[in-house]
């Protein structure tokens, strides 16, 4: 089993930052990627911005500028820096990772989400 533990939702004012991070913990062999997803009311569950273990990154054109991914390796930790915050980025943002938790199948993987922690950002 794998845990994913988000942290640093909040309240923010527009133009304001806040700082999401994501631990994974459990039967983690290797982590292929790590991300942030979101969903507002009303609306589907959208991609952020995602971190894979090559270091590439995908990010949403409506946070491009604006927000950072990063990874500390050697704590299975995922971060989310989300500058000149937006109303629109209200919402509930979702940590999601791809994790092989098996040394003896290293190529078949997972994917975990975490609860959720709530973004409001006021204008």
């Known amino acids: 089993q794998v845990q994913l533990v988000e942290s640093g939702g909040g309240l923010a004012q527009a133009g304001g930052s806040l700082r999401l991070s994501c631990a994974a913990s459990g039967s983690i062999f290797n982590i292929n990627s790590m991300g942030w997803y979101r969903q507002a009311p009303g609306k589907q569950r959208e991609l952020v911005a995602v971190l894979t273990n090559g270091g590439s990154t995908n990010c949403a054109d409506s946070v491009k500028g604006r927000f950072t991914i990063s990874r500390v390796n050697s704590k299975n930790t995922v971060y989310l820096q989300m500058n000149s915050l937006k109303p629109e980025d209200t919402a509930v943002y979702y940590c999601?990772?791809?994790?092989?938790?098996?040394?003896?199948?290293?190529?078949?993987?997972?994917?975990?989400w975490g609860q959720g922690t709530q973004v409001t950002v006021s204008s």
């Open positions: 999601k990772a791809i994790i092989a938790t098996s040394a003896a199948a290293p190529h078949i993987t997972y994917q975990w």
